[in-house]
């Protein structure tokens, strides 16, 4: 993941994840990685920028924080969750505190530059050509910078990794795409079926590696 395979595990991590084997109901396989592909709708809360409020993934995030802090391998202060603009970040957090997980560390990607979490959910928030290619050209959210946010974003996560998203318009995106299809392979991917997924071979061995392009 742009480092060119320099990276190692911090030492003193278990090789097993217990939280992983607790979480069969939600995970469909026993990897420490779910892409969850949600169909949604967007709205745009600011008419200065390109800010994105997603509901669909908002309630979905609120259901899988739900589920995980049901397993005695995982606290709410344990998550965090990931979006790309503050009103999805507040979004998140307003269904989150009737939920009473107000412990759940909701930021956007500048927020978690230099920290980490056990669990990481990412909301790509993005739903329509319009907001994907807003963000391109104004070089915002996660596909206008996306090599940059994109590697931020899926390097937090120290136990587990979870990306809720609408792979019909993150498939657009080389780097996304690229994650959609190594959790196709890995059997890590649930949710709405996309044109070309019956084509992706599914790994077996569950040693693929994941191939992201290299920065331009």
């Known amino acids: 993941l742009f480092y060119n395979s320099d990276l190692s595990v911090r030492p003193g991590l278990p090789k097993s994840c217990r939280l992983v084997e607790d979480l069969t109901d939600l995970l469909p ?4 990685l779910l892409f969850m592909g ?3 709708r967007e709205e745009f809360v600011s008419e200065r920028s390109p800010g994105l409020r997603n509901m669909d993934e908002a309630h979905k995030i609120a259901e899988i924080c739900k589920r ?3 397993s005695k391998y995982c606290r709410a202060d344990d998550i965090g969750v990931i979006a790309p603009y503050r009103a999805q970040v507040q979004a998140v957090r307003q269904l989150l505190r009737k939920e009473k997980l107000d412990t759940v560390k909701v930021g956007t990607v500048g927020d978690y ?8 959910i990412i909301s790509t928030s993005l739903s329509s050509d319009r907001s ?3 963000e391109k050209t104004l070089g915002q959210g996660f596909v206008g910078n996306s090599a940059k946010k994109f590697n931020v974003s899926i390097t937090r996560a120290e136990r587990l990794l979870i990306v ?3 792979p019909f318009i993150l498939l657009l995106d080389r780097y996304w795409a690229e994650l959609i299809h190594y959790s ?3 059997r890590c991917y649930a949710g709405v079926t996309f044109p070309g997924m019956d084509q992706i071979s599914v790994d077996k061995s569950r040693d693929a590696s994941l191939q992201i392009p290299q920065t331009l």
């Open 113 to 120: 530059q230099g920290q980490e979490g056990r669990v990481i």
């Open 29 to 32: 396989s026993q990897i420490p």
């Open 132 to 134: 994907f290619n807003a």
């Open 184 to 186: 196709v392979r890995l």
């Open 38 to 40: 949600l169909p949604s």
């Open 164 to 166: 809720v998203g609408n």
């Open 68 to 70: 995980l802090v049901k």
